[in-house]
């Protein structure tokens, strides 16, 4: 699945993302702990690198963390970098379109993405994964750098030891002109707090949903997606897009304030 390229998922582009999360190869192990693992690697001619994380929930079925994955709403209240998350449309029920703009740490400058995200449920294995495409009505916006996922996904499974077991790859440029090294260590920090903060939201899902329309659960029952069909012809960038000659805004000046906004993910 490439950058702005809008197409169904095939078993292929699964296929890549348990390649990328099963063979350690040229991944470096820069986080070591019983339950929760952290490598990078190098990706040729860009600049920052691939995290992947492994990790396991003893307490929190696969089932349970799909769902967690999945629900918008639930997204809103345990993911506290949220700004705004908007379903914009689907391809079909297991490919949809959304927006998704995400608070950083001051002084940084907040992000925002337009997403094809897609889905695969095999039974013994849930995935999810995710890349940045265009949409007319979704331009950048101000006081936003729009960021790209080159690749984002989600593998959930059965663990030998019982629970779950996570697996997640991301390769993500944030713009913005941000020095390398800060973004590369932040990514090393940010992810195995993200993962604790799912794990949580992960063991407080089922008593959440209980009282949240326990049967909305678009994601497994297709007759219950409400948003609109996506018309290909308008996954193209938009006008403003297109004549914009610089949509990054300068933020290097932050090279010196590395350690606060570090500070600022813990």
Same mark, same amino acid.
């Given at each position: 699945m490439d950058v702005g390229i809008v197409k169904i998922a095939e078993d292929k582009d699964f296929e890549k993302l348990k390649q +990328?999360?099963?063979?350690?190869n040229d991944w470096r192990l820069d986080y070591n702990k019983p339950d929760l693992c952290v490598w990078t690697k190098s990706v040729p001619g860009i600049h920052f690198r691939m995290v992947k994380i492994r990790t396991r929930f003893s307490d929190v079925m696969p089932q349970t963390l799909f769902d967690v994955l999945h629900d918008p709403e639930y997204r809103k209240v345990w993911d506290n970098h949220v700004i705004e998350s908007k379903e914009i449309g689907f391809f079909n029920p297991n490919n949809d379109l959304g927006y998704?703009?995400?608070?950083?740490?001051?002084?940084?400058?907040? @992000?925002?993405f337009v997403l094809q995200r897609s889905w695969l449920d095999t039974g013994e294995e849930? +995935? %999810? %994964?995710?890349?940045? /495409?265009y949409h007319k009505d979704y331009p950048p916006r101000k006081h936003? /750098? @729009?960021?790209?996922?080159? +690749?984002?996904?989600? %593998? /959930? @499974? +059965?663990?030998?030891?019982?629970?779950?077991?996570?697996?997640? /790859?991301?390769h993500t440029d944030p713009h913005g002109k941000l020095p390398v090294w800060l973004v590369n260590k932040i990514t090393q920090i940010f992810t195995p707090k993200m993962v604790k903060k799912l794990h949580k939201a992960s063991q407080n899902y089922p008593s959440w949903k209980l009282i949240n329309c326990p049967n909305l659960k678009p994601w497994h029952f297709p007759e219950q997606i409400s948003a609109p069909r996506i018309k290909i012809d308008d996954c193209v960038k938009s006008a403003e897009e297109k004549n914009l000659k610089n949509n990054f805004m300068d933020e290097s000046q932050l090279k010196d304030k590395g350690d606060a906004i570090m500070d600022d993910c813990m």
């Amino acid at each position: 699945m490439d950058v702005g390229i809008v197409k169904i998922a095939e078993d292929k582009d699964f296929e890549k993302l348990k390649q +990328l999360y099963d063979n350690n190869n040229d991944w470096r192990l820069d986080y070591n702990k019983p339950d929760l693992c952290v490598w990078t690697k190098s990706v040729p001619g860009i600049h920052f690198r691939m995290v992947k994380i492994r990790t396991r929930f003893s307490d929190v079925m696969p089932q349970t963390l799909f769902d967690v994955l999945h629900d918008p709403e639930y997204r809103k209240v345990w993911d506290n970098h949220v700004i705004e998350s908007k379903e914009i449309g689907f391809f079909n029920p297991n490919n949809d379109l959304g927006y998704y703009s995400m608070a950083c740490p001051s002084p940084l400058k907040n @992000r925002d993405f337009v997403l094809q995200r897609s889905w695969l449920d095999t039974g013994e294995e849930q +995935l %999810i %994964i995710n890349h940045s /495409v265009y949409h007319k009505d979704y331009p950048p916006r101000k006081h936003f /750098v @729009r960021a790209t996922s080159y +690749l984002t996904g989600y %593998i /959930v @499974r +059965l663990s030998q030891n019982g629970g779950s077991e996570l697996g997640y /790859v991301s390769h993500t440029d944030p713009h913005g002109k941000l020095p390398v090294w800060l973004v590369n260590k932040i990514t090393q920090i940010f992810t195995p707090k993200m993962v604790k903060k799912l794990h949580k939201a992960s063991q407080n899902y089922p008593s959440w949903k209980l009282i949240n329309c326990p049967n909305l659960k678009p994601w497994h029952f297709p007759e219950q997606i409400s948003a609109p069909r996506i018309k290909i012809d308008d996954c193209v960038k938009s006008a403003e897009e297109k004549n914009l000659k610089n949509n990054f805004m300068d933020e290097s000046q932050l090279k010196d304030k590395g350690d606060a906004i570090m500070d600022d993910c813990m």
